[in-house]
């Protein structure tokens, strides 16, 4: 795994063992910073194809007839649906994680735990062009796919039934990605999942308690320390969080207070638009190759304005994998210290300005 | 990844996207049964080495100086320690993911959300051969190695400040593995993991209201609905549990409550061993070359007997990577149902005898 190929943060300065147990204090999640781990010696040399599919890509602009319609299309006016012409376009997912409308289960259990998994998931093909994994879009294009995002979220909200949208990219196999043409996907549940629902509590009882968002809070206090600020600017700010399940991990939100990515106005996307961009590029300079998964968290489809939930466009780089006792513990272990990630995406003239 | 290459359940027999959403009652763990993802196509070809490492082994016999002192040993009358002549070994790891004492964290958080990551990080050398990752130990190698889990857990409990130890297998590179050589390791820990703890109580909270382990009541009722039972013995019964996260999980239970695998008496231990070894002889022929956890879910070092928590060792074969979904909602999409696994799983004559 690439993480062998790593600098140890503690080599030649320090016991190599030492280790720190960090809680996310909202979520209470557990994470082992463990900077020892990262030398480890690897048996399994694990080869990518990074060429072209032995498939006729059905993402590539003139595969249109490989896709479901298009749900959503961002196309010239004198081209024609499911055709070329197009820039983003969003498609049914051909292999659904949930089927279009509700059915009865196999699984005859106690009342409230089993339930037809039903709901949309959908393909947002970011580019028609079949760009290799090193590339990312410029901030503008980036910017247009948040809009699409924010469409999505809207359009969601008027289908009976559907409460919580996870709008998320799998970027490269480590990653859980199958196809290489840049995509995004969304799915669309009929509940809430429990996580979800466990930070919005412990996010409305902090407002309630301190009379302030805990994530406004947690803002604030990593400006403060800065140990771990990768960008900042009046509209978004970047950081690796002090418990971050992932080497490198970055989270990004907005300086103002708000808990819906879909009310989110053009300022506020052109700048998330121009950080993600350059941390993406940045990531790819430090970990070339990486693999990443983005996870916009955003309120349920049909929540108020929630004065305790902040939305967060999380960027979780897969240089680790979950094994055994990632299963049998609920913890994390994560081998570079979020102080020492922040400290190398931070060396980029691009990002850090303003604010 | 090697899901696109298994035959969809319901090929030909009804709609393709059917899912149902499973929630193990206990765990408040939801997961996405999907059996429409399976038949994904793929663009990124994975390949493993399965030779030789190009580096000297340090797990194999005559390379001992590569580990550390051993902690634990089986060994012959004639030989030395940490030379030759063992058949399972255990060493502290050369890359822990915990430190051997207490140190001072970096993060200077509020009370309570960082912590010293110390304890014991250990791995159990399982054979001094360097078997191939297809293979697997016959049932009285198995029964010897869970003799060391039980050892090992017994002289945790004597290291003050240690609460909890997860025992755990990692088995092929998209299991977590970095090493070939067959290995288990034991994680122990200063605190309890919550997922644990929230186990404990929700446990104990049910053997309040019904006077009986839960688990011994899914014990029960998977029994008589059958559908997903694995293997079934006196002393130890084998299912797919209802809510499986990964394709084929299989969990294995001692039919007689107990709170502690360290407790186990000799009999159960051969019967888990002798289930273990079929299991996993079964699941590389049903799936070749596959990848797998084995996790032990037991009880903290220090608690009493606790009618409320039974013991399990976990098998979860890696064959589904957790991505952007997992991680924006909590829960796991299967597209395996287990129903269909058990059935799979099943069809053994060495399985499914006694009881």
Chains 1, 2 share one sequence.
């Not at 190929?5 to 720190?20: I, K, Q, Y």
């Not at 490269?172 to 969304?186: D, E, F, I, Y």
């Not at 350059?278 to 929540?303: C, D, F, K, M």
Request: proline residues 10%.
């Amino acid at each position: 795994m690439p993480v062998a190929d790593l600098v140890p943060e503690h080599a030649g300065s320090g016991p190599r063992t030492m280790s720190e147990l960090r809680c996310d204090p909202l979520l209470k999640r557990w994470v082992l910073i463990a900077p020892g781990r990262e030398s480890r010696p690897d048996d399994f040399a694990v080869a990518t194809t990074n060429g072209q599919p032995d498939h006729p890509c059905p993402f590539c602009e003139g595969n249109e007839s490989l896709t479901g319609p298009e749900v959503l299309v961002r196309r010239s006016t004198n081209s024609t649906a499911n055709g070329p012409g197009w820039d983003i376009r969003v498609v049914p997912n051909r292999y659904p994680a949930v089927a279009p409308e509700p059915a009865s289960q196999i699984w005859k259990a106690t009342a409230g735990f089993s339930e037809s998994g039903w709901g949309r998931h959908e393909v947002i093909v970011e580019t028609p062009r079949h760009l290799p994994l090193t590339a990312t879009h410029a901030p503008e294009h980036w910017h247009r796919l948040f809009e699409v995002f924010q469409q999505r979220l809207m359009d969601f909200r008027t289908v009976a039934g559907l409460q919580h949208a996870i709008v998320f990219k799998n970027h490269g196999p480590a990653a859980g990605a199958s196809l290489m043409h840049p995509h995004c996907q969304v799915i669309a549940l009929p509940r809430v999942p429990d996580a979800v629902t466990a930070e919005l509590q412990a996010g409305e009882q902090r407002w309630h308690q301190a009379g302030k968002c805990p994530r406004c809070e947690l803002l604030d206090a990593e400006i403060e320390a800065g140990t771990r600020l990768v960008a900042t600017a009046p509209e978004v700010v970047a950081w690796c969080p002090p418990a971050s399940r992932f080497p490198y991990e970055t989270w990004l939100l907005p300086r103002q207070h708000s808990s819906h990515f879909e009310s989110a106005d053009p300022g506020v996307l052109a700048e998330l638009a121009r950080q993600l961009s350059g941390i993406l590029t940045r990531l790819e300079q430090v970990v070339p190759g990486l693999s990443y998964n983005l996870v916009l968290q955003t309120a349920p489809l049909h929540a108020p304005a929630l004065a305790g939930f902040h939305w967060r466009l999380e960027i979780l780089p897969r240089l680790t994998g979950m094994a055994g006792f990632e299963w049998g513990s609920g913890w994390f272990i994560n081998p570079v210290a979020p102080e020492r990630a922040a400290r190398e995406l931070r060396c980029n003239d691009r990002l850090g300005e303003g604010g």
